[in-house]
């Protein structure tokens, strides 16, 4: 079930080994520094560990496109500072050697995922989701803001074939389950261009 997201978690790993020390307190993504940015995004790890402590009572969440319609910020009232926030935290938990908390992080979701089956987890908003259906957002997550941080780190990286397949479908159904599919299709088979800063999330 995980071998995606397995394959995800690796190769960010990988990406953290690789950004320049130099570089953490250098321009990221919006307001995140590229540590808050690379801490952000290691903790699509940590809530894999988190939520498989908790047990959901019911399933809310039926697909990973509906987790992203459901689980936003503004559909949970959530403040975007403090989403923010917890990214610029989360960059200063990784601590002197980011590359070597990563993969910490990345054991221990990996093992806490091995070890898990597919139990109903609780996630933000108190909705209840399947692991399988989780571990697809976050491989998303961890692809989309992995070349984030390659693109501002000026480092060679890109998600595995795997990941990037998974991700780009998952976009797909987003974007179809949000009311733009058609929009998306018409681009990406060059026949209109998206609007600026057009996004699925």
Request: hydrophobic letters at 50%; charged letters at 20%.
């Amino acid at each position: 079930m995980s071998t995606v997201f397995d394959s995800a978690a690796n190769s960010f790993v990988e990406l953290v080994g690789k950004v320049p020390a130099a570089a953490l307190d250098g321009p990221g993504l919006g307001e995140w520094d590229l540590r808050a940015l690379v801490g952000h995004t290691s903790r699509s790890l940590i809530t894999v560990s988190t939520y498989l402590q908790t047990t959901a009572e019911r399933e809310d969440v039926t697909s990973a496109a509906d987790y992203y319609l459901r689980v936003t910020p503004a559909a949970l009232g959530i403040d975007p500072a403090a989403v923010a926030e917890r990214g610029r935290q989360a960059g200063r938990d990784l601590g002197e050697d980011p590359a070597a908390t990563v993969t910490t992080l990345a054991a221990r979701a990996l093992a806490d995922v091995d070890a898990a089956g597919d139990p109903l987890i609780v996630v933000i908003g108190g909705l209840g989701i399947r692991l399988r259906t989780y571990l697809p957002t976050r491989t998303f997550e961890l692809a989309v803001h992995g070349m984030d941080i390659a693109r501002a780190a000026g480092v060679d990286w890109a998600p595995p074939p795997a990941v990037l397949s998974d991700a780009l479908r998952l976009a797909a159904d987003v974007a179809v389950a949000s009311g733009a599919g058609a929009e998306v299709l018409l681009a990406l088979t060059g026949r209109a261009a998206l609007p600026p800063s057009f996004s699925i999330v």
